[in-house]
Structures are given as structure tokens and as C-alpha cells.
């Protein structure tokens, strides 16, 4: 039996990778454990740690990581934190398997652990890159380096691996994982998933829906409040019911979720902050319209053809369907974005919208993966960067 632990610290990737561990969680041939961290246990931030647990997922640990000093030091302290306090509790479980997903400092942590503890660790979601010069993206393809084996949504990540140095017998493409519970999911009507997330009596009826998910970033800091002001202000003026999810826990998160408490007070606008994810996913299908700059609108709004304005820099440079619009954070660009987005040609070109990164049947792909393929075989990383051929 394949003893697999996984490490998640924020709601966001663990919505991504929630498919994987349900599935682990019920095979008989693998023991599947979660190390929970970071924002997962603080209220300020949902405590998204509780939907793990309804999920029926067995946890090794609850780490507490989070340092909520909304400062630069801040993330760099969490990581610090999850370092010293699970260290240990790693090197005691020996798992057989690490596997973590996507760019943020714990993942860094994770991929340290395995290279340090002599564990094979799979890194899902690398091979990724925004023009953005945001951190995440060294933080990825630094975990990539000191990871064991890689699963990938794409070829293009792929062959940046192997841009890396990374052996192509360490890569897997095999579709996003994210993807799947568009598929699983089942339909709840528009009634019920507005309940389910406590939307306000505005929002029922006919009214377009549209949500917002803004996280801060460094270069635009001081900037983010008055881009979700700006795009709020906008969206009502046309229609729309703004139904908002909290931002991640990187600096800058303060001011926007005081913003966001403040605009939520609008009868127009809804504060759902973090919801079950049956929830969260016939939202996005109910939705006309998602604004913001989480990945969600690049990577999955394309499973249910939902159009996406992308506001300010990040993820900028990354693939996406031709759902996507990507706009300055002003109110002139936003409206500009609303115009191409209400457009006849780009209503035409959503009729034959295919989602670049998969069909939605990723997970099981995963889970044969992680059982069968010989991890410690590709442990020691002997090849040279020079002289891999991709």
C-alpha cells in the first residue's frame, strides 16, 4: 500500500487538487493523508480548513503558519513557520509520496522536505509562467528543480521543463486536475446555488450575475482597492449583481477586504467570501461574467463558457481560451472590456470556446499515475541540464 501525503495551505489550491485527494482518500490501495496549513485555519480567511474536513479527508496535522502582518516579511515568516512546525511530523510519517500543486511559498517548503527527507514528491500544475514578475513564478519553477516528478496540463509546460533541465521521463501531461468537477459536479438550480452562497435578495430573478475574486499583488498594492471600487461601480451601473470571494492572504490583503466589507453593504453587492465548492461551481455556470485576476477566470471559466475581464497585471502571459479579456484596472478599460465582452464577434467566438487545458477527466489519470509509476526510481536527480534532451 502507497503511503501518499499531500500538503495544502490555502482555499485556492486546494480546490484544485480536492478531485485528487477525495479519490486517493477512497482507493484501498493507498493511505492518504493531509497536512493542512496557513490560511486554511484562520477565520479572518473562511477557515476553509472545515471543508476539508467535510469532505472526509483524514489530516495528519493542522500546522499553524500564517503570519498575519500583511507585509512583505509576512509570506517568507509563514514559510519559516511551516518549515520548523512540520518538519517533523513529515520526517515521521515517511510517506512514499509528497505531492503538492502550484506556486505558492509552502510549496517550496514541500519540495525542500522531500529533497532533504530522501521522499519523492510530484509537483502539480508547473511548467507555468505569467508575465506578471510576480514571485510565484520563480517560487514554481524553483519547486520543479527540487521536485521528483512533475504532472502538467500542457505540452507548453512541459517543454518549459524541459527549458529547465527537467528530464522528460519526470513530466506527465495529463490535463488540469481543476477541471474535473465541472464534470462531477451536479447542477443546483439558480435558486439554490444563490442561497447556497447567501446572495441578496438582488440577485435572484433574472439579474446577470457576475463575480469578482481580486488578489493583491505587489506592483499593484496600492492600486487594487480602487480597481475592485472602480469595476463594482461599474458593474452595477450596467446590471449586474457582483457577488465577491475573499482574496488570498498576500500583502495587501487589508485594504481590499476592508474595500470589499464596505461595497458589500450595497443591496447590489454580495460578500460570499469562501463557499463549498458545489456551490462555487454553479456559480460560475448561473454567472454571465467573471472580473478579477484570479486563475480561475484563465484556467476553468472556459469549462462553462463563462467570459472573463482580466483586471491589471497578473496573469498576464498565460494561455487562456477566447473567453478571456485582459484590461487595465480603470475605469475607461473596464468599460472598455464590458463593450468587446457584449459584442457580436465575441459572442460568436464563444459558441466553439474548447478549454485549452482539458476535458475534465484529469483526476483519474492522477491517481493510476501516482500508483504505478516508480517515484524512487527518478529520485536522485543525476541528469545534467546541460545534455537533457527535451
Known amino acids: 500500500m502507497k503511503r501518499i501525503l499531500g500538503m495544502t495551505s490555502i482555499r485556492s489550491d486546494y480546490d484544485l487538487m480536492s478531485g485528487v485527494y477525495r479519490r486517493l482518500a477512497r482507493d484501498p490501495d493507498v493511505e492518504f493523508k493531509l497536512l493542512v496549513s496557513g490560511a486554511h485555519l484562520s477565520p479572518t480567511f473562511g477557515r476553509s480548513v472545515d471543508l476539508i474536513s467535510q469532505d472526509g479527508m483524514e489530516i495528519l496535522a493542522e500546522v499553524e503558519t500564517l503570519i498575519s502582518g500583511d507585509s512583505k516579511s509576512s509570506r517568507l515568516k509563514t514559510a519559516t513557520g511551516l518549515l520548523t512546525g512540520a518538519m517533523e511530523l ?93 464534470v462531477a459536479e451536479p447542477l443546483l438550480d439558480r435558486a439554490a ?48 449583481h457582483v457577488l465577491i470571494g475573499t482574496p488570498n492572504a498576500d500583502p495587501g490583503n487589508a485594504a481590499l477586504l476592508a474595500t470589499i466589507q464596505g461595497l458589500a453593504q450595497a443591496p447590489e453587492v454580495t460578500f460570499y467570501g469562501n463557499t463549498a465548492r458545489a456551490f462555487f461551481v454553479n456559480l460560475m455556470r448561473h454567472a454571465t ?39 487595465e484596472g480603470d475605469a475607461a478599460s473596464v468599460r472598455a472590456a464590458l463593450d468587446r465582452i457584449a459584442s457580436e464577434e465575441f459572442r460568436i467566438g464563444m459558441r466553439t470556446l474548447i478549454n485549452p487545458y482539458g476535458d475534465g477527466y484529469s483526476e483519474a489519470r492522477a491517481v493510476d499515475l501516482l500508483k504505478q509509476v516508480d517515484f524512487d526510481s527518478l529520485f536522485k536527480k543525476t541528469e545534467d541540464p546541460l545534455h537533457v534532451q527535451s
Open 289 to 327: 461574467l467573471m472580473v478579477g485576476n484570479s486563475s480561475a477566470g484563465l484556467l476553468e471559466a472556459a469549462s462553462v463558457g463563462l467570459a472573463v475581464i482580466n483586471l491589471g497585471e497578473r496573469q498576464r502571459g498565460r494561455l487562456c481560451g477566447g473567453n478571456v479579456v485582459f484590461s
Open 193 to 240: 446555488t444563490l442561497t447556497g452562497v447567501g446572495a441578496k435578495p438582488h440577485a435572484m430573478g433574472d439579474t446577470p450575475l457576475a463575480i469578482l475574486i481580486f488578489h493583491p499583488v505587489d506592483q499593484e498594492r496600492a492600486l487594487a482597492p480602487d480597481y475592485v471600487r472602480g469595476a463594482v461601480s461599474i458593474l452595477v451601473e450596467r446590471g449586474y
Open 90 to 182: 513529515v520526517r515521521g510519517y515517511q510517506p512514499d509520496i509528497l505531492i503538492y500543486a502550484g506556486d505558492r511559498e509552502d510549496v517550496l517548503i514541500g519540495a525542500t522536505f522531500g529533497a532533504f527527507l530522501d521522499i519523492p514528491t510530484v509537483h502539480f500544475f508547473g511548467g507555468d509562467h505569467a508575465a506578471d514578475g510576480h514571485v510565484d513564478n520563480p517560487v514554481r519553477h524553483a519547486t520543479s528543480k527540487l521536485s521528483t516528478a512533475h504532472f502538467v496540463s500542457i505540452e507548453e509546460h512541459a517543454r518549459r521543463l524541459a527549458h529547465l533541465g527537467e528530464d522528460p521521463r519526470r513530466v506527465f501531461v495529463i490535463g488540469s486536475v481543476a477541471l474535473d468537477k465541472f
